[in-house]
């Protein structure tokens, strides 16, 4: 039924002025648009999300929206460059994060978790395998 619908995240913000600054400073993202009710929209790698005002920013304690690349370390270093903080997570059996990255055991897939000026998880990881 959803198989052709493409999907969008929406990500909260408690100040938007300062999330809008945060993923222009951080991410080099602009909105596109943004609409009557003050959300901000970005597209990156051809993917919508909207950033809004809501009371409950920073509640999920989940990944909110994630960013796949192939220069992971490039990324990593870039970001880190730009002061964001990667979190250290442990999967207890799965592995846990080291200087922030987790990797697979063959050292080809990687991940790692940071929060935006509101409080959202999102990640960066390596494409998947083809």
Known sequence: MFANTPLTA?????DLDRAKAWYSE???LQPVWEDEYGGAHYEAGGTHFLVYVSPFAGTNQATAAGFSVENFDEMIGELRGKGVTFEEVDFGELGKTIDGVISSP?????AAWFKDSEGNILALSTPPPA
């Open 10 to 14: 929406a990500l909260p913000a408690s």
């Open 26 to 28: 951080k991410l080099g």
């Open 106 to 110: 063959d050292g080809m897939g990687k």
